[in-house]
């Protein structure tokens, strides 16, 4: 459903976003991979599967088994910026409609128009609380709508999601992406997944 007005604080885009069953998934980008592992960890607590991009170039170096729900993307980031980043994102068919939270120290009213511009969804200022940033992520990740079912419908899907949750579901478990990491393919020379790439 459009919203007809934009209310919640730190929303720039006035469009609607898609009905996300969970669990939630939320890719980090972020040169500080100190503060983005923290706010992974913090975000996991919550129940949400995380992974971190350290830097802009990470992501598209990267090969994700998943796309993500939200993408919460730094924007001062060296070699390749947060704005960069979004930019190729929408261009790309797989990140075309993810929506993109800008995650930064600077103050609101000197990005938000070149942020629209590479439309970027939201903003929300590092060192705020994390409320802030739930809220967001909430707001954009709608719980699929109710369905009604008959009682013999009912009982299958108990039967089958009981048979999955019993045989080794997948851990939700952060994942990392980036310095140091033996996931990082730093001597990739390939496009990125999401610009025509086989990113393997």
């Keep these: 459903m459009q919203r007809d007005s934009i209310t919640l604080p730190g929303l720039w885009a006035n469009r609607s976003f898609e009905r996300v069953a969970p669990p939630i998934t939320v890719l980090i980008v972020d ?87 590479v439309q970027i969804d939201a903003f929300c200022r590092k060192g705020s609380s994390l409320s802030s940033l739930l809220s967001l992520i909430a707001h954009m990740t709608p719980a699929p709508a109710p369905q009604v079912w008959s009682s013999k419908a009912r009982n299958v899907g108990r039967r089958r ?6 045989y080794g579901g997948p851990a939700l478990q952060p994942v990392n992406i980036g310095r140091g990491d033996e996931n990082h393919a730093r001597s990739s020379r390939r496009a990125p997944p999401f610009l025509g790439g086989s990113g393997e």
């Design 161 to 166: 999601w009981v048979a999955r949750s019993r």
């Design 31 to 117: 040169d500080d991979d100190v503060g983005a592992e923290a706010l992974s960890a913090a975000l996991a607590v919550e129940g949400f599967r995380t992974a971190v991009a350290t830097g802009g170039y990470a992501v598209f170096r990267t090969h994700l088994g998943w796309t993500p729900h939200v993408v919460i993307l730094d924007l001062e980031m060296p070699e390749c910026d947060g704005f960069t980043v979004a930019e190729a994102m929408r261009g790309s068919g797989r990140f075309a409609r993810v929506p993109i939270i800008a995650h930064t120290s600077l103050e609101e009213a000197d990005v938000i128009e070149r942020g629209m511009a």
